[in-house]
């Protein structure tokens, strides 16, 4: 079996989706030949095209954008579509991540996916609503299963263990296990420090144009 794990996150390095996908790849193990791409831009490569042609299952990771798809990626599931690379044996699998810390904030943007999946002819897997994403590409590294990752890694363990057997699930969703204030503490505290090292102070925020 031939799984594709697509990054859609804009980021070149440091994203969320990149440490998400970094545990799929891990828990499919030796299951399955693996290949990586990482969408970037609004369009797919001919090469890319190709990878994604030979797919038994894709697994799509991206951050969370108002409420949807980032539209980069978008545009990429557009040009997959046009491309006519139908294979209804492939299935589709999602997680997208947000800054919420409810990971069933990303399911309009599950749905975005699962829609797309099955207009462009593939057959819908199930996604993973992955709450506390601010944090996820902060954290040190820690075994699988334990610590703040461990609800989340459950998820993408049923996931991995399901695509494998060329499964459907239900949309899941986790959120990082570490109770809600110490999440929104963190947050802010990022924000002050990102505020600080730009010279200027929270107070600023407010500040209107003349």
Not at 6 to 35: H, M, Q, T, W, Y
Not at 136 to 163: F, R
Request: net charge positive.
């Amino acid at each position: 079996m031939r799984a594709v794990l697509i990054n859609g996150s804009p980021k070149v390095k440091d994203s969320a989706s990149a440490v998400l996908l970094g545990k799929v790849k891990e828990l499919f193990g030796s299951r399955c030949e693996i290949e990586e791409l990482h969408f970037k831009k609004a369009s797919v490569s001919e090469e890319d095209m190709a990878k994604l042609k030979e797919a038994d299952v894709m697994v799509f990771a991206y951050p969370l954008y108002v409420d949807g798809i980032p539209g980069h990626l978008l545009s990429c599931l557009m040009h997959i579509e046009k491309a006519g690379l139908q294979n209804r044996d492939a299935l589709i699998y999602g997680v997208c991540n947000c800054g919420f810390y409810e990971g069933i904030q990303a399911e309009a943007a599950l749905g975005i996916l699962k829609n797309w999946s099955i207009k462009a002819g593939f057959i819908w897997g199930g996604g993973i609503g992955v709450g506390g994403g601010g944090c996820i590409a902060m954290l040190p590294k820690i075994p699988t299963g334990k610590g703040p990752m461990a609800s989340i890694d459950k998820e993408l363990m049923q996931m991995t263990d399901n695509a494998v057997n060329k499964a459907s699930q239900d949309n899941r969703y986790a959120n990082v296990n570490m109770p809600r204030f110490v999440y929104k503490q963190a947050a802010q505290m990022g924000w002050r420090q990102a505020i600080k090292s730009n010279g200027l102070k929270a107070k600023d925020l407010d500040r209107r144009p003349e």
